[in-house]
T-cell receptor, first 115, second 109 residues
């Protein structure tokens, strides 16, 4: 089965801790994205990567870090510098074609709660 | 700056009562408009891509249309299982998608 997996589904963090959210895709997609979703806020872009070993900041990158060492993997680290990390985190990927980027496909999400 | 506005924020329908959701956008050169369905606690599920004004796409009870300023998602004779949040997103150039805040649809039996 092709798709995007995120783990864990639920994650609890103590204040001052760094945590890493996993995102893996076996769709052979070129680009990968991380979004944060809060109630009533829609999807806000944290980071995205169009190619291995390269990534760009989105609208709300402060307090987050990413890496893209492999095409199929794009982990997100929520650092202690992120003051309000409790949210639903979504990973997505897309295939680059002659139309630039086509539709994004999403993973099932990780709900992060700060204790 | 690309912007997407969805209306209404929430919509409550009786089963079988057809209606439309609106997605208004301002972009510098539309490359594509995307509709997604999202159930609570889950990732968005892709529904449609529209590329040019006048284009229409259908899937079961859903039909998406596109003009130069907005897109509509028409729901014909909805059922309770159509209850979800519907998200609209636009793409211009090689930039990432810009999402609206969504319309929360409830269909009551």
């Amino acid at each position: 089965d092709g798709g995007i997996t995120q783990s864990p589904k639920y994650l609890f963090r103590k204040e001052g801790q760094n945590v890493t959210l996993s995102c893996e895709q076996n769709l052979n997609h070129d680009a990968m994205y991380w979004y944060r979703q809060d109630p009533g806020q829609g999807l806000r872009l944290i980071y995205y990567s169009q190619i291995v070993n390269d990534f760009q900041k989105g609208d709300i990158a402060e307090g987050y870090s990413v890496s893209r060492e492999k095409k199929e993997s794009f982990p997100l680290t929520v650092t202690s510098a992120q003051k309000n990390p409790t949210a639903f985190y979504l990973c997505a990927s897309t295939l680059k074609t002659s139309r630039a980027y086509n539709e994004q496909f999403f993973g099932p999400g990780t709900r992060l709660t700060v204790l | 700056e690309d912007q997407v506005t969805q209306s209404p924020e929430a919509l409550r329908l009786q089963e079988g009562e057809s209606s439309s959701l609106n997605c208004s956008y301002t972009v510098s050169g539309l490359r594509g408009l995307f509709w997604y369905r999202q159930d609570p606690g889950k990732g968005p599920e892709f529904l449609f891509t529209l590329y040019s004004a006048g284009e229409e796409k259908e899937k079961e009870r859903l039909k998406a249309t596109l003009t130069k300023k907005e897109s509509f998602l028409h729901i014909t004779a909805p059922k309770p299982e159509d209850s979800a949040t519907y998200l609209c997103a636009v793409q211009s150039g090689n930039t990432p998608l810009v999402f609206g805040k969504g319309t929360r649809l409830s269909v009551i039996a």
